[in-house]
């Protein structure tokens, strides 16, 4: 049921998903001052990154679970994502939050695309929580909070002041 089958479900929000993408330079993210004038070159949206956006998307309301690794017994965060990268793009990304923030190439906030990782630091803790930017400033994840995967913005709310770092595995 939570199959790779799922993401051509959602190809008909792909036009969507890219005007998001293409209004998502229009707002500040955390650590850039709201008068710091905009980037105009993001770089292009990679068609996999796509996938695991619009992947991600598909698994909010699912029940969260603390080591969880799978949606049908609940997910946490790096549940969540190794789940996702796995299922949409074929990527094996394991571990902790942590340990999966190393593994990627580190990204500047105003440059994240659809499907690159955020990692925040939730538990006085340096990267003890991940989800994944989906466009719009917004993201994806699954806090303990509430008890399911939802969709935050990076730049308001408790997360936007507990925002660290993003990295890509794409490109």
Not at 9 to 25: D, E, G, I, K, Q
Not at 131 to 143: E, T
Not at 144 to 154: F, Q, Y
Request: positive net charge; contains cysteine.
């Amino acid at each position: 049921m939570y199959g790779t089958s799922i993401v051509p479900m959602f190809h008909h929000a792909l036009p969507a998903l890219l005007v998001c993408l293409a209004l998502s330079a229009c707002g500040p993210l955390p650590g850039r001052p709201p008068d710091a004038p905009f980037r105009t070159e993001v770089p292009p949206p990679n068609p996999r990154g796509l996938d695991v956006a619009i992947f991600a998307l598909g698994l909010v309301e699912t029940g969260y679970r603390f080591g969880g690794k799978n949606p049908e017994s609940g997910l946490d965060c790096s549940g969540m994502v190794s789940y996702v990268f796995d299922q949409a793009a074929g990527l094996k990304l394991t571990g902790s939050a942590a340990e999966i923030a190393r593994k990627g190439r580190p990204v500047e906030a105003s440059r994240l695309r659809p499907g690159d990782l955020v990692f925040f630091n939730t538990r006085n803790q340096s990267l003890s929580h991940v989800g994944i930017y989906i466009g719009d400033n917004r993201f994806v994840h699954a806090p303990s909070t509430n008890g399911k995967v939802r969709a935050d913005r990076l730049n308001q709310g408790w997360f936007a002041s507990r925002f660290e770092t993003a990295r890509s595995y794409f490109d």
